[in-house]
């Protein structure tokens, strides 16, 4: 009988390096001088056919110490003899090679040193064309006046993909979130109009489970078997491999959840004519917010973060009578009547100030490190400052203008202390208040400037000019300054820019309403009268003799109303 005197190899991967490599004994065909078709299992040898499983080759490279090493295993179900191997780290998403060769057995005395090998039928065969699905649900329930609660639910399958592209994202995601909003201000008596108290909480959950080891193309399940095997193999205990197997399976996950508890804007209205109360408590605002989120992927083994924000505002609005009138008793006099209408404000419009900080930390830890990575931490503060003001109007200059100032401070040297250590939140309160001052802002690391004044100058009554051209005019200015503590002076830079602008409108419809002004509604009937007596014959009988009518009752003698003059109204 015939026996194998060579090895048939069949390599493909991204390159040399980094390769998939299946091998056999290779039986020669057997020496017939006239074959025939009845001869052809004698030819190409059933020993000879080729059958690799992509979820059996793949799965060598789990449990592997060294990338930098030929792994073989042997082949089970195949021909005897057959292994796969592997070397370096390819994936079977990325071929860009091919190669097919023959090599001497090791250790045989007899070699070959030249032969012809016959390549035939290379094909794909159970390709994977499972169908994907994905699904999503959503509902949402409002509770009258007080508040609404909502829920969504969604689940996509490794093998879904959209229309557009060729494969899906070869994982299982499931993602569900809940949401309810709710206004305590409802249960308050009607006499604290004004007063919001709005609540509102979600949780959100995201979990991905996927179908290969990230970055390759390995099965997860196939993995975890094949470790399982592995540490069984090596302790003998069937518990340690299944744990070994669950711990592949939990470390491939990533999960994500996010809890959000919030008072987004909130004011208290107490109903109160006492100045205090009215015109500072409650025009005061107030938000608060706290987040915290868990994260976990196959190379973060845990991600814990939390976060609070703190809102503190104070907006006041003058009443917009707070003017007078200097030449309101000048309407006859001459260079004075103009200004009859004018107004001088003497309050700022509108002032509004703003004091928001933020704290925030993050802890991680790494997979395959036994510490925690350093804490990631941030306390900060921004302080705003604007208002509005309109000096004159109706006169001849209306000039108007805004101011605001934004500055902003780190306070992140509060959190540890001199040996690196958290320290607790009182501690941190003690330094903040009744210190070297009041309050105490850190270190202020941004300033921001910006004025701008606006004037609409009244154009002189000439011609009507003014009727149909308007005139304004905006110069704006900003002011800018970092600094960047980590850097130290070089992290120091100013910086500014100004802005002018001038614009006119002009209003066509008043220039023709003033130039060319309508007819009047008299003179209009009058022309049409005429067109209004025609006819002949049957079809004009009523138009000929038409029914008499009463003349209107006479008039007293009084200048007619300037209401039927449309010109005149226009003007």
């Known amino acids: 009988p015939l026996k194998p005197s060579a090895r048939i190899f069949l390599r493909m991967g991204s390159d040399s390096l980094n390769y998939y490599e299946y091998s056999a004994p290779l039986m020669p065909a057997a020496p017939i001088a006239r074959p025939s078709a009845s001869d052809a299992p004698l030819i190409w040898r059933p020993e000879n056919n080729i059958d690799i499983k992509f979820a059996d080759l793949t799965a060598i490279k789990q449990g592997r ?7 073989t295993d042997s082949l089970t179900g195949g021909p005897i003899g057959s292994k796969y191997s592997v070397f370096g780290n390819p994936t079977l998403t990325r071929i860009t090679f ?5 090599e001497n ?7 070959i040193d030249s032969a012809t090998i016959w390549v035939n039928e290379l094909r794909l065969s159970d390709v994977d064309d499972s169908k994907g699905w994905a699904y999503s649900v959503s509902t949402s329930v409002k509770l009258a006046d007080l508040g609404a609660m909502a829920f969504s639910y969604s689940e ?11 494969f899906g994202n070869r994982s299982t995601s499931r993602n569900w979130t809940f949401s309810t909003n709710l206004a305590f201000e409802r249960f308050l008596p009607a006499e604290w109009t004004g007063t919001t108290l709005p609540f509102s909480f979600s949780h959100t959950e995201a979990i991905s489970k996927p179908k290969y080891l990230p970055s390759s193309d390995i099965e997860v399940a196939k993995a975890a078997e094949r470790q ?26 990533t999960l994500s959840t996010t809890d959000t508890y919030a008072l987004p804007t909130f004011k208290i209205s107490i109903p109160s004519e006492n100045w205090v109360m009215r015109d500072f408590f409650n025009k005061l605002s107030y938000g608060f917010s706290y987040t915290k989120s868990l994260v976990r992927t196959p190379s973060i083994e845990y991600q814990k973060s939390w976060s609070w924000n703190g809102h503190l505002g104070y907006s006041y609005t003058t009443s917009p009578d707070n003017y007078f009138s200097p030449f309101a008793g000048f309407e006859n006099v001459f260079l004075l009547g103009g200004l009859r209408d004018l107004r001088i404000y003497y309050p700022l419009q509108n002032i509004s100030m703003n004091l ?3 704290r925030s930390q993050t802890h991680q830890r790494m997979r395959g490190q036994a510490l925690e990575s350093p804490a990631s931490r941030g306390l900060s503060a921004q302080r705003s400052l604007s208002f509005s003001w309109k000096l004159t109007e109706n006169g001849y200059l209306n000039l108007s203008g805004d101011y605001s100032v934004d500055i902003a401070s780190t306070l992140v040297h509060l959190e540890t202390n001199r040996f690196g250590r958290q320290r607790n939140f009182s501690s941190i309160l003690g330094d903040l208040f009744f210190n070297d001052q009041l309050v105490s802002f850190g270190y202020d690391n941004s300033y921001n400037q910006n004025i701008s004044v606006n004037t609409h100058p009244r154009i002189p009554e000439i011609l009507d000019i003014n009727k149909y051209l308007t005139l304004s005019a905006r110069y704006s200015v900003s002011f800018r300054w970092q600094n960047n503590l980590q850097l130290g002076d070089l992290g120091k830079g100013t910086s500014w820019g100004n802005n002018i602008s001038l614009s006119s409108d002009i209003s066509l419809k008043q220039f023709v309403e003033t130039w060319f002004p309508a007819k009047k ?5 009058a022309e049409q009268a005429p067109a209004q007596q025609a006819g002949r014959g049957r079809g004009h009988e009523e138009e000929e003799n038409p029914p008499q009518q009463v003349p209107p009752a006479p008039q007293p003698a009084t200048p007619l109303a300037p209401s039927h003059d449309s010109s005149a109204t226009r003007d």
Do not use: C, Y
């Not at 091919?98 to 023959?102: E, H, L, P, T």
């Not at 592995?230 to 996950?253: C, H, P, W, Y």
């Not at 509604?521 to 009937?525: A, H, L, M, V, Y």
């Open 521 to 525: 509604t008299d003179e209009t009937q």
């Open 98 to 102: 091919m190669s097919i060769g023959i």
């Open 105 to 111: 057995p090791a250790g045989s005395k007899k070699t």
């Open 156 to 166: 996509v399958d490794p093998n879904f993909h959209q229309l557009e592209a060729r």
């Open 65 to 71: 110490d060294s990338t930098n090493i030929l792994i």
């Open 356 to 358: 928001n900080a933020a």
């Open 228 to 253: 399982r095997e592995i540490v069984i193999g090596k302790t003998g205990s069937v518990q340690a491999g299944n744990m070994e197997a669950d711990r592949i399976l939990f470390e491939s996950q």
